[in-house]
Every structure is written in C-alpha cells, then in structure tokens.
C-alpha cells in the first residue's frame, strides 16, 4: 500500500518533468478556463467533504475504543478482586498448616484428620491462585485503548484534516485570484496531505483486516489461543469464561479447598478432639471462619454469566461492530480523499496554464484589486514606450492643462512620428490634445499593449520555473 502510493507520488513528478520539458505535454484542458476553475473548484470541495464525512467513522472507531476500553477495565477490576480472594485463601491454607502442627492435638484421628484437611486446603488454594488469568493483558488493553489510541487518532485525523482545509483555501484563493502561485502553493500542501494520507490508510486498513479477521474467524478461539501462548495453565479458565459451557478450572480448585474447609470445621466441632496448645486451636477455628467468608466471596465473583456478558458486549457489540465499522469508514473516506487529492494536483497543472504568475506580490494584488502595483507598471511601461516613439509627456504642465505634446529635446529623439526631420513647431492646447487621442489610438496604446504583454509572458515564464522547481524540491523532501 505504502510502496504504491509511493510510486503514485513518483508518476506525478514525472509529469511535472514532462510538462516542464516537453511541448506536447503542455497542452491546454479541453473545456475553457472558467470551466476549468469550476472542476478543479468541485473536486478541491469533494475533498474536502469526503475528509469531513471522515469523522462519522471517526465517532463510531472511537465510541468502539471506549467500549473496549471500559469493559477490559470492568474485567480487570473481577480479576483482581479474584486475585486478591486467592491471596487470601493461600495465606489461610499455610495458617492451617502450621496452627495445625502446633496445636498437638488428640486423638491421633482426629489430628490426622485436622493436619490432612490443613494440607488439602494449602494445596487447593495454591492451585486456585496458579490458574487464575493475569490481569496484566487487560490493563495493557485498557490503557492503550483508553489513552494512547484516542489521543493519536484524534491527533492525527485533525492534521490531515487541516492540511485538506488549507488546500481547500489555497485553491480557492487562487481560483478566485486566478494565481497560478497559489495553486502552486495548494499543490505542494496537497502532496504532504496525499503522503499522510497513504500512511493513514495504510495503517487503517491494516488494522481494519486484522480485526475484521479476529471478528469472522471467531473472537473466543482467538481468545483461548492467545491466552494458550500467553500462559498455558490459565487457557482452560479463560476457554471456560468465553462460553459458559462444561467445567470451569476454578471450582475444581474451590471446591477442594470449601471440601478441606469443613473438614477442618468438623475436627474443631467434635468434642473428643483435645489440643495440647489451645492459643492454636484458637487460631484455627479463627482461621475457618475467614476462610468461609473468603470462599464465599470467590464464589459469588467467578460467576460464569456475569463476566460473560462483559466479555460478550466487549468483543462481540463493541469491538467486532463499532471498532470494525469505524476502522472501514475511515479508510474508505481516506481513500477516496486521497484519490480526489491525486486527480487535483494533475488538473490543477492545466488551470495554471489559464493563471498569472504574480510572484511574492500576489496577496496584494488581491486584497487591493492590484490598483497601486498595476498603476504603476502601466505608467513605467507607457512613459518608456513613448520616449521610445519620440514624444514626451509633460507631467508638471499636464496635471494643470492637460498633456502637451512636442519634439523631445534629446537628439535622437527629433524624429517626429511622421518621419520628418524637422522638427514640426509647437501645438496649441486643441491640437495638442487631438493630437495626442489619436496617436494614442493608432499607435502608442498598440504598443504599450505589445510591450506589457511580452513584459507579462517573460515574468509568467520565469516565476513558473522558479515555482515549479521549488515545488519539486519540496516535495522531494518530503
């Protein structure tokens, strides 16, 4: 995916090469140039609408996050409550074990029975604790669902976002300022876009194939072998919590040590039983009555169907339905802004074509409708085109009277427009003046024209070299 953008990139560059080099790639769009804004006006909105429809997959990705997030902390908390019940019940059973050693009590059958019942308890509790799932995967699930996906995506998605607006702006401004440096300008913000784009997509759909694949292949298979590679002791417990069917790993081990439990209870109850240390006796029907509590909680906390319906509503509403539709929202709309980006930067090199190169001025010429600068190069190039033709302009007498035409007063200037050598003798101010209308007319606003055009061309030429060349370089590094 990444490859092929790249080489998109590439083909691109080729055909700004072909364009710069070549005079059969330089060809005008078909349609004219009014047209032409208005197409490359619709697809610059396109884009920037598709990159907004973005964000519909954005809120069901990230309202799938927080599900994932909420309810792996939810199985996190009964993990760890179960964890710290089977601290409990182990620290109970080595307490059985040595009250039981210590209290010497008799007769040897009940003794028997008080220190296999404390063995028993020990050993079932240990096993309790050693196929307990760790809680260690969840609250790596949590926190990378609850912070760190969250806070890149929104990240990511409000840049690329922003480079598409300024596009969008930059296009505009330069269709309406028929600019070709602004399209130049929205041309290079386009290829950084185009490239950040490449990489969400690919990341996305990645993600998109990897989930869609965890979802139609079954989540609880996925589920057991993940566990089966993590820790193979726990498999059996977690196979048993995605299902609710056969015998769950933990009542075996719970039910050995509630067994032993009586057992010991039992043996303290019977009235033959007498104990050499009574502080120990003591101790160990203090020790039955925590146990009792401390099993009766494990009990009530591994239900099936409670941790069930969270796991369910996890993989099943949340991840496998909000996450994967997100996900292909995402990178649907992604790509079609990616595509719509692609065809812009080609028809945006046939709209500058219709464009003037205003170079670093052009924000002027804008926002003061080019009055000033245009002013001014219009009066440069028409008083140099009339000396040229051997008139000048009296400025100080024509901001009184009006212009007053008459031979120049340089040599090489005393050809007058008809051709004659001698100079012709002064105009009155009528004269002058129709004079003046109709050689402007037929001569002088004829080239004046001639010369700001040329003049226009050769600066439309070498601002386009100068742009397209940093343009290529910029994007060379990015």
């Known amino acids: 995916m990444l490859f092929g953008g790249v080489v998109f990139v590439l083909a691109y560059f080729v055909f700004?090469?072909?364009?710069?080099?070549?005079?059969?790639?330089?060809?005008?769009?078909?349609?004219?140039?009014?047209?032409?804004?208005?197409?490359?006006?619709?697809?610059?909105?396109?884009?920037?609408?598709?990159?907004?429809?973005?964000?519909?997959?954005?809120?069901?990705?990230?309202?799938?996050?927080?599900?994932?997030?909420?309810?792996?902390?939810?199985?996190?908390?009964?993990i760890n409550r179960l964890k710290d019940s089977s601290g409990d019940l182990s620290s109970q059973g080595v307490r059985f074990v040595t009250q039981t050693e210590k209290a010497d009590c008799s007769p040897d059958i009940l003794s028997k029975a008080l220190t296999n019942s404390a063995t028993v308890f020990d050993t079932y509790a240990d096993m309790y604790s050693s196929v307990l799932p760790d809680a260690k995967s969840l609250s790596?699930?949590?926190?990378?669902?609850?912070?760190?996906?969250?806070?890149?995506?929104?990240?990511?998605?409000?840049?690329?976002?922003?480079?598409?607006?300024?596009?969008?702006?930059?296009?505009?401004?330069?269709?309406?300022?028929?600019?070709?440096?602004?399209?130049?300008?929205?041309?290079?913000?386009?290829?950084i876009t185009l490239l950040l784009l490449i990489l969400t997509v690919a990341f996305e759909l990645t993600m998109s194939v990897m989930f869609a694949d965890f979802c139609y292949y079954g989540p609880n298979q996925a589920v057991y072998e993940m566990a089966w590679n993590y820790k193979e002791r726990t498999a059996g417990?977690?196979?048993?919590?995605?299902?609710?069917?056969?015998?769950?790993?933990?009542?075996?081990?719970?039910?050995?040590?509630?067994?032993?439990l009586g057992n010991i209870k039992n043996a303290t109850r019977n009235s033959a039983l007498s104990c050499q240390d009574t502080v120990a006796e003591n101790a160990i029907k203090s020790i039955s009555a925590e146990a009792t509590i401390t099993t009766s909680n494990l009990?009530?906390?591994?239900?099936?169907?409670?941790?069930?319906?969270?796991?369910?509503d996890m993989v099943d509403n949340v991840?496998?339905?909000?996450?994967?539709q997100g996900l292909w929202q995402l990178w649907a709309t992604h790509m079609a802004a990616a595509a719509i980006i692609y065809i812009n930067?080609?028809?945006?090199?046939?709209?500058k074509q219709k464009c003037k190169v205003r170079g670093l001025a052009l924000i002027l010429l804008c926002s003061l409708r080019s009055d000033l600068l245009s002013r001014a190069i219009f009066s440069h190039v028409t008083s140099a085109t009339l000396l040229h033709l051997g008139f000048e302009i009296d400025g100080r007498r024509g901001c009184r009277e009006g212009y007053s035409i008459g031979p120049s007063s340089r040599p090489r200037n005393r050809i007058s427009v008809s051709g004659?050598?001698?100079?012709?003798?002064?105009?009155?101010?009528?004269?002058?003046?129709?004079?003046?209308?109709?050689?402007?007319?037929?001569?002088?606003?004829?080239?004046?024209?001639?010369?700001?055009?040329?003049?226009?061309?050769?600066?439309?030429?070498?601002?386009?070299?100068?742009?397209?060349?940093?343009?290529?370089?910029?994007?060379?590094?990015?």
């Open 420 to 478: 004659e050598h001698t100079p012709p003798p002064l105009l009155s101010k009528e004269e002058g003046r129709a004079k003046w209308h109709g050689e402007v007319a037929s001569k002088i606003l004829p080239a004046v024209n001639h010369q700001t055009e040329a003049a226009l061309q050769i600066s439309r030429n070498a601002w386009s070299s100068v742009l397209d060349g940093a343009f290529l370089f910029a994007c060379f590094l990015f």
């Open 140 to 191: 790596m699930i949590q926190n990378i669902f609850a912070e760190k996906v969250p806070d890149y995506v929104k990240y990511f998605l409000g840049f690329a976002f922003a480079l598409t607006a300024v596009a969008f702006l930059l296009t505009l401004f330069g269709l309406c300022c028929k600019s070709a440096a602004l399209l130049n300008l929205a041309s290079l913000v386009g290829i």
């Open 16 to 78: 700004l090469c072909c364009r710069a080099g070549l005079d059969c790639c330089r060809k005008e769009a078909g349609c004219g140039p009014n047209t032409s804004r208005l197409i490359l006006f619709i697809f610059a909105a396109l884009m920037l609408v598709m990159m907004a429809c973005s964000f519909v997959g954005y809120t069901n990705f990230m309202e799938g996050v927080d599900g994932v997030a909420d309810n792996s902390g939810k199985l996190k908390k009964i």
């Open 345 to 351: 930067l080609f028809f945006t090199s046939f709209v």
């Open 299 to 312: 009990t009530s906390t591994q239900e099936c169907e409670r941790i069930n319906g969270i796991y369910y």
């Open 237 to 260: 417990v977690v196979r048993y919590y995605t299902i609710c069917d056969g015998t769950n790993p933990l009542d075996i081990a719970l039910n050995k040590t509630i067994i032993a």
């Open 319 to 324: 991840l496998c339905d909000k996450t994967v």
